[in-house]
């Protein structure tokens, strides 16, 4: 039974029924051991948080920031702002100063939350440049904190501001007052195409949300939910608040890095990802089997026709799969399925919701093969993540994004842009009020700026209007669509499409480094350094023969005729990527100019 009250009550609310049950698994910052936190300890130190805050003085709907990688004391802040009607402004932790900067001053927040040495030291050089700002509050422990210091306080510290529960009295007051209409967060986007804006999430919309998401995402109380991408992002964050609605424990992995070893370690049920996981996955599967002898590389190759036949053919499509069909799927299932499930910590595999990118064809075939469901989705920070998904359990076409979940209205344009409206769709942007009215039509419906149809009840993604490139014949190419199919090659790490205003499409591509080296050992090929290996003939025509196989279902106006390898992967640092790892084209095409320009030269 989903507990879906108003996210100022909801934790306790939780742990009303829950009581000492298994809430919270994590570690400790830099910690190796794994520890647990009840429901009723989460919802203590909640309430502990919204007492020091009370006297910190922080007032109804305050902005507050939260600048962390995913940890228990970034849920207890959460929770523990909303108590008391405040705001929460989540920063990735990867954030430059520069975008700190500017969230701090345009939410004009007093009190900021960080995680480790790297968010604190970023927060306290920009403290000088942010007006509002008057005190930083670090999670971890082991930070280097400056000594004498009144801007600066440990968390341990700030939550003896709350110890005994002094003000009762004025808490009551606040969740009394509490309403649908508050602000929830502040989501800063990241900005693919301008400068960052603050979508404005409600109470309400979050209530919406998580009353739509339950009906079709089936979540419960049983399921071990790891929480793999970081709370900032719209996605986890109403995936991780939809578990908590059901009483699901959550396991929160605080590096990303180390997501793979964490899921062997915790054997996760579900986990919310982004295709690019998968992706890896799949590449690392493949590896494996390439490298195995040919007998098993033979069984192997079986098993896989077996269950894209099963999976794919029949379930998919809404069928019962014959006998004998039937009973070799189980039989590989339990074998060779098995086997690879567990390698990945995925004994007890129920469903892994997946959005955020394209996802390709060949991917997505390849984990529900293997007996692992994943859900397809797509959604916006604006939208509070979830517009469609697949629905467990009924038929589902490859390559789209689901059916809407209830009560959204979507609506194609004329132009192709996806349209939305509904109960969990923003009011706006935070203190832009120009880019609001931009960004809604004359009949209240939500632009998204994606392009896309429906067919069967189903929605199909194309691709961010702006992004669709025109070549100078006059076709119109979608770059991520060509990007997630030449993704899935284990040679490649990053690629970006170029074509937009040029006479064919080319692309810029990051390689694995280290298979790419191997490669070269293997087959007699010397290099002194990444360079030599990028621009090396030998492996420029092994590269192409691989893109040249992939690329075969392309029309010939989308195939990728030239490309150049990099040297070095693009990076946050020198603005080619957002927080979410989404390409900024712009910027590689000022960055990489002169290399795209010598792949159009005759």
């Known amino acids: 039974m989903q507990i879906n009250s108003h996210l100022s009550r909801l934790v306790h609310d939780v742990a009303a029924k829950y009581g000492d049950r298994e809430a919270l698994i994590y570690k400790n910052f830099g910690g190796t051991q794994w520890k647990s936190c009840s429901w009723n300890q989460f919802s203590g130190i909640a309430r502990q948080v919204s007492d020091a805050l009370l006297a910190l003085g922080v007032g109804e709907q305050e902005n507050i920031g939260i600048f962390s990688q995913n940890s228990v004391q970034y849920l207890f802040v959460d929770f523990g702002a909303w108590g008391i009607r405040a705001v929460t402004v989540p920063f990735y932790a990867t954030s430059s100063e520069q975008q700190i900067q500017f969230m701090i001053n345009d939410a004009q927040i007093r009190f900021l939350f960080v995680g480790e040495q790297e968010q604190f030291d970023k927060a306290h050089r920009v403290f000088p440049t942010c007006q509002s700002l008057e005190r930083i509050i670090v999670f971890d422990p082991a930070v280097k904190i400056p000594e004498n210091d009144p801007s600066v306080m440990s968390f341990s510290a700030f939550l003896k501001l709350g110890e ?108 919310s990802s982004v295709p690019r996981f998968w992706e890896k996955v799949y590449q690392g599967v493949q590896e494996k089997i390439e490298a195995s002898g040919s007998v098993q590389r033979k069984l192997f190759r079986h098993a896989e026709e077996i269950g894209r036949r099963h999976n794919i053919e029949y379930l998919a499509a809404g069928k019962q799969p014959p006998l004998p069909l039937h009973l070799e799927y189980e039989l590989l299932n339990k074998t060779i399925f098995s086997l690879v499930r567990k390698e990945l910590g995925l004994e007890n595999a129920h469903f892994f919701p997946t959005a955020g990118a394209t996802v390709s064809a060949h991917v997505e075939e390849f984990v529900h093969t293997i007996g692992l469901n994943m859900v397809v989705g797509y959604g916006l920070t604006e939208s509070l993540a979830t517009v469609s998904c697949d629905h467990l359990g009924q ?26 409206k509904g109960p969990t769709i923003t009011r706006g942007y935070y203190n832009r009020d120009d880019i609001t009215r931009q960004s809604f039509t004359e009949d209240g419906y939500f632009r998204t700026g994606d392009s896309g149809y429906i067919n069967d009840g189903e929605l199909f993604l194309k691709d961010r209007i702006k992004d669709l490139f025109k070549t100078s014949n006059g076709k119109y190419i979608a770059p991520q669509m060509i990007e997630s199919k030449l993704l899935v090659d284990k040679y490649i790490d990053q690629i970006a499409i170029i074509a937009d205003q040029r006479k064919f499409v080319s692309a810029l591509i990051v390689p694995e480094y280290k298979l790419l080296e191997e490669y070269a050992r ?70 990489y100019k002169e290399q795209i320009d010598k792949m159009y030269e005759e």
């Not at 490859?398 to 004329?414: E, L, M, N, T």
């Open 395 to 420: 038929p589902y076409q490859i390559g789209s994004v689901g059916h809407p979940i209830q009560g959204i209205s979507i609506k194609i344009s004329d132009e192709g842009e996806i349209l939305l």
């Open 164 to 271: 005994g529960l002094t003000r009762k009295e004025e808490f009551n007051r606040r969740q009394a007052a509490a309403t649908m209409d508050d602000i929830a967060n502040i989501l800063y986007t990241s900005g693919t195409t301008g400068d960052s804006k603050g979508v404005i999430l409600s109470m309400g919309q979050f209530h919406a949300a998580l009353e739509a998401n339950h009906k079709d995402v089936p979540v419960d109380e049983n399921d071990r939910v790891m929480n793999f991408l970081p709370f900032t992002h719209i996605f986890e964050r109403g995936w991780a608040l939809l578990c908590i609605t059901v009483g699901a424990r959550l396991i929160v992995n605080t590096y990303p890095q180390e997501v793979q070893k964490s899921m062997r370690e915790q054997h996760p049920t579900c986990m």
């Open 522 to 591: 293997t087959h007699d090929i010397a290099f002194n350094s990444r360079e030599d290996l990028c621009s090396d003939k030998r492996i420029i025509r092994m590269l192409t023969e691989r893109i040249e196989t992939l690329q075969q279902q392309l029309a010939h106006y989308e195939q990728v005729k030239r490309f150049t390898l990099l040297p070095q992967a693009f990076s946050m640092s020198r603005g080619e990527l957002t927080n979410t790892l989404k390409i900024k084209r712009r910027v590689l095409n000022e960055n």
